[in-house]
């Protein structure tokens, strides 16, 4: 299958779980993975020390369906010391590391619904923080590790809402009748950046913490997708099909001067930055079939159309 077809297929099959998700929990089930993750692999990047720790004191957590039930995952960025941190029948989904790295949060449906779940970065003493009949995915902290952004279809729509981090304080922030969703918190915490349909098509929005003066930066006909803030807060990495197929692009947080970082033939997703910013990951289906790929950015300039050939992780 050509990625182009891939794409394709995806996009159809995106449609129709939409069209399903009031319906039962299976149809339910294929929205939260195909339409936010593409049934392949989520991906962040956990530092165990500081947010200068070198690239090989990073781990990087993926969930996968590698042994037919979807677990979450931490590998080193060579690909080696593969953990299964989860090991439950369910799914586990969604992983999101704390800012100090002690927690993961994530999406399970060990409960019955797809709720919200924390637990030790070495998958002990896992917690349930949400209790709702409906789906609440891609959960995402605040950089002072005291708040939790997710996005929940608990109204009937899929919103943004944030909540403490033992799972009090719930607020909607986006209340809006379009789907929004995939919430990123900038570095300073300040702002966060998500996608919504607001405008037809799926567009990056940049908010206030506290949901406030929304605001599309991409503005684009084409497909905007999994938004993520470079460390220092001054860029936003983006997923987006405005040169015929999904490739990862840079761009100011304003917007400004978007540019195609991997220039591939084949389709790109779920950029993340290491924490000291040196390295990119991301998914990529170039070689058939979607895997996790790292680029070093060191001595490599972002101004350029293309950043030369990733590594597999």
Request: proline share 6%; charged share 20%; with cysteine.
């Amino acid at each position: 299958m050509t990625a182009k077809s891939l794409k394709r297929r995806m996009r159809y099959l995106n449609t129709q779980a939409i069209r399903y998700i009031e319906d039962s929990q299976e149809p339910r089930l294929f929205t939260l993975v195909m339409r936010l993750i593409l049934g392949v692999a989520s991906l962040l990047i956990l530092s165990q020390a500081s947010t200068q720790a070198h690239l090989d004191e990073v781990k990087i957590l993926f969930h996968s369906n590698r042994h037919a039930n979807y677990e979450i995952y931490a590998t080193d960025t060579h690909g080696t010391n593969l953990v299964n941190l989860t090991n439950h029948p369910k799914v586990d989904a969604f992983p999101a590391p704390s800012p100090d790295g002690k927690k993961i949060a994530f999406v399970s449906n060990r409960g019955g619904n797809y709720n919200i779940y924390v637990m030790n970065a070495d998958g002990t003493d896992t917690v349930r923080l949400t209790y709702h009949r409906g789906v609440e995915g891609a959960p995402c902290w605040s950089p002072d590790g005291r708040q939790i952004a997710f996005v929940s279809d608990r109204n009937g729509n899929d919103d943004i809402y944030v909540m403490n981090a033992d799972g009090s304080g719930l607020s909607n922030l986006t209340n809006h009748p379009d789907k929004d969703h995939t919430p990123r918190w900038s570095p300073d915490g300040a702002k966060i950046a998500f996608v919504s349909q607001r405008d037809r098509n799926p567009e990056i929005y940049v908010m206030n913490a506290d949901g406030s003066q929304p605001l599309n930066v991409t503005n684009h006909p084409a497909e905007d997708q999994y938004p993520t803030w470079s460390p220092n807060g001054s860029k936003l990495t983006f997923s987006s099909d405005r040169e015929g197929n999904f490739e990862i692009y840079l761009m100011d947080g304003d917007g400004s001067q978007p540019v195609n970082l991997t220039n591939d033939f084949a389709d790109e997703w779920m950029p993340i930055w290491s924490p000291d910013g040196t390295t990119l990951a991301f998914v990529s289906n170039r070689e058939g079939n979607f895997e996790i790929y790292l680029v070093d950015f060191r001595g490599i300039s972002t101004s350029g159309a293309g950043c030369g050939a990733p590594t597999r992780g």
